[in-house]
């Protein structure tokens, strides 16, 4: 929900009223609190695809959640992080 709020606001995507609509939402879809084992998995991809930390940890908690894909600008459209593939949402 960060990111998304951060890309949203940066790139004036949506009205405050949408944003916080789209908050509501995302507020009910399933998350990953910050623990030991996120913060591990995540520099363990930040590792082996050589990407920055916080992307790595954005695909940690997705591949977590069992999600198959996760929707990025930051990362290659279409490649497959561990058992997550990253999709550009812009494209």
């Known amino acids: 929900m960060a990111e998304f709020t951060s890309?949203?606001?940066r790139k004036s995507l949506l009205t405050d009223d949408a944003l916080d609509r789209?908050?509501?939402f995302l507020g009910t879809c399933?998350?990953?609190p910050v623990d030991e084992?996120?913060?591990r998995a995540g520099l363990d991809f930040a590792r082996r695809y050589?990407?920055?930390y916080y992307d790595?940890?954005?695909?940690?908690?997705?591949?977590?959640?069992?999600a198959p894909?996760?929707?990025?600008?930051d990362l290659n459209h279409?490649?497959?992080y561990g058992s997550v593939r990253a999709v550009n949402p812009f494209v």
């Open 78 to 80: 279409n490649q497959v």
């Open 69 to 73: 894909i996760f929707y990025t600008e």
């Open 50 to 52: 050589r990407i920055n």
């Open 37 to 39: 084992i996120y913060v």
């Open 7 to 9: 890309v949203c606001r």
């Open 22 to 24: 789209w908050l509501v």
């Open 56 to 66: 790595a940890a954005l695909l940690a908690a997705a591949e977590r959640l069992g």
């Open 30 to 32: 399933p998350s990953v």
